[in-house]
């Protein structure tokens, strides 16, 4: 491929209480693209996410991380949003008491103290539309504990699609979402790489990945394989998931110290 990558990895490295979480990860992501990050629990596909973000705790011990050719190692994560890069988490946060019509507007390019124009209220609920979720029921209710993870997810994912970054990194888009099918998700991640945003399609279940136009295999914190989705794909069901099945919840069980909270 001659165009540019749109974020580059080279050689991340990342060590934390003395074990490798990360090593030498090298990862290309193309424009408009969506790229599935696949690997089975405890891989270290949340450390990647959180290591591409900038976030607390995550600056690599070795290795270099480029977006739309600007090197982003050493940046905060503020700067790395406002270059476009945007993470949905495995488990999204609240924002307590805000409107869900508000919330999804936080993130579009628009003057915080305007009005919302009329396009702007159209692309929030083509947003709530993408997820299920009936913009009438939803416009004005507020983001708190009255919605079910599920929802909230669901809410997080609708944020992502209105804001239109231009690299959304997606923490297993499909946990904890009861109502959206896999089909719904992955004409959700379509739709956002024709909107221009390309994705980080990270998830477990190789099924997702057939939204993707190319695949990575992360294994005990490296990537063993990028390749076509249905050759990656291939690669997880016959190399990774009997791995898995055969020798417990990770691999590396009882090597290093097993994480419980990975189990879900
Ligand atoms: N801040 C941290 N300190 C120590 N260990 C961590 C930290 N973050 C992640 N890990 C460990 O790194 C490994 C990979 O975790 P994670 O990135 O969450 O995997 P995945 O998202 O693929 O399930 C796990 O063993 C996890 O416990
Ligand atoms: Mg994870």
Redesign the pocket.
Known sequence: MNTQPLLEVQNLSLN??G?A??QNVNLRVYPGQVHALL????????????ALMGCA??QPDSGRIWFDGQEITGLPIDERARLGLTLAW?EPARFEGLPVGSYLSLGMDRPHDAALSKTDRERVQAALAAVNMPAKTYLRRSVDATLSGGERKRIELAAVYAMRPRLAIL??PDSGIDTLSLDDIRALLRRMAQNGTAVLL?T?RDEMAAAADMASI?CL?TILFTGETTAAQAFYRNGCQPHLAALGE?P?NGV????K??AR
């Open positions: 934390r209480d074990r979480i990360l690997g089975i629990n405890g891989s270290g596909k949340s450390s990647l996410a959180y705790g995550y495995q923490d297993e990270i477990h992360m914190g990770q590396w290093i110290q097993p994480i909270e990975l």
